[in-house]
């Protein structure tokens, strides 16, 4: 819910700044690390949009896996070893490559 | 009126950081730490608090975030540190505009740290950043070994991990290997501390912690 009003206050901006008058669809690209699940984010959308320029809006959602990488050995690895130590050489030295997005893609709107 | 696409590529949260950012630039100038206490309702956040607050010489004082009430707040002020308190009204986590206008309201010449104890909860308050130097993830013996690896985000960003209540760890099923095997995995570099604040274990560990934060701030 709060990842929503937080998208919600992007898209309102957004419209603000443009001019447009309204929103049709909203392409989302949530990390897989957000723990958003995505029916319960559409479900919040859905019934936060009312009474604003995005209700009736599509939400769509492209889940972004969770990478790491090793500095160490370069080895790369995702959901199914979770965690800053590197399952090839044990190094710590490790960077979350994606997984944290939480970024709007692209929108479809109506111009005025 | 006509349709088009319209491609965005924009981070959401950049409101947010905004606010962290001031407050961080805030604190820094200042010399004052900001500790993130996040942890589900009932894992012993203002235990610890209570059990922390006064006794180290430390000059603290505490933001208490809470969906309603104010029970939390007055249990803090009893120990005489100034404290203030945030309801969110239904919000499940505290965000970084709200600690932004809150602060000034704080002795601020007259700290060395400031607590944060966020909103009961293991998810949300994991994903905002409100200008903490560090979030410390603090899950208690009841709740099971099983946190680190159900809510990754709050563990693989906290800079210490608290296990508290473990004088309840011959009445309760809990697997310590288990748990701190998962913290280990999921963010080696996070402090890790047994915590037992009915039987006053592990405060000196956590002291010690809070210290050396406060100096590699003020050094840093």
Known sequence: MSLVSAILESLEKMVDENGWSSVKSVTLRV???????????????????????????????ISVPIKFSCRGCGAHWGEEELGYLCPSCGGMEVDMEQGMELELESLEVQER | ????????????????LSYAQKIKDRLKEKGILMVNLIGSPGSGKTT???????????????????????????????TGVPSIQINTDGGCHLEANWVDSTIDKLPLDELDIIFVENVGNLVCPAEFDIGEDHKVAISSVPEGPDKPLKYPLLFTEASAVVLTKTDLLPYVPFDLDLYWGDVGKMNPKAKRLDMSCAKGEGLEEWSRILRSWLEEKRNG
């Open chain 2, 48 to 78: 610890l608090l209570e059990k922390t607050l006064g006794k180290d010489g430390l000059r603290a004082a505490v933001i208490e975030g809470d969906v309603a009430t104010d029970r939390d707040a007055k249990r803090i002020e009893a």
């Open chain 1, 31 to 61: 990390g897989a690390m957000r723990q958003v699940i995505p029916d319960v984010m559409k479900f919040a959308f859905e019934v936060s949009v009312k009474g604003t320029p995005m209700e009736g809006a599509e939400l769509a959602i």
């Open chain 2, 1 to 16: 009126m006509t349709t088009k696409k319209v491609e965005v590529q924009q981070a959401v949260m950049a409101a947010d």
